[in-house]
């Protein structure tokens, strides 16, 4: 079992920044790929950012290119989002994970989750 705990969440007003943490125990931290995925209140869980197992290479989803930044230190089993710009859309729960499966942006691909930290962007 691998266990995530997100933190970092909270209200913010549009243009405003926040950092989120995930932080890992229990298993090889640093084995896994990991991806971030936002849900928002009546929508299905959608990716946002993907980063491999060492950090080299990430991708991430259209609405938050160039706004939003994942990393890893692998030092700290811990990996983050830095999320800028914030727009009222981006609004939503936001979940880190554990990828075992073939494709980073599908949620089925991914084995372990964390219990979600909540995002509020105000206009």
């Known amino acids: 079992q691998l266990q995530l705990v997100e933190s970092g969440g909270g209200l913010v007003q549009a243009g405003d920044s926040l950092r989120l943490s995930c932080a890992a125990s229990g298993r090889t931290f640093n084995n896994y790929r990991m991806g971030w995925f936002r849900q928002a209140p009546g929508k299905e869980r959608r990716f946002v950012a993907w980063i491999s197992a060492?950090?080299?290479?990430?991708?991430?989803?259209?609405?938050?290119?160039?706004r939003f930044t994942i990393s890893r230190d692998n030092t700290k089993n811990t990996v983050f989002l830095q999320m800028n710009s914030l727009k009222p859309d981006d609004t939503a729960v936001y979940y880190c994970a554990a990828q075992i499966g073939k494709y980073y942006y599908n949620k089925e691909a991914y084995e372990y989750w964390g219990q979600g930290t909540q995002v509020t962007v105000s206009s």
């Open 54 to 66: 060492s950090g080299g290479i990430t991708n991430y989803g259209d609405s938050v290119k160039g």
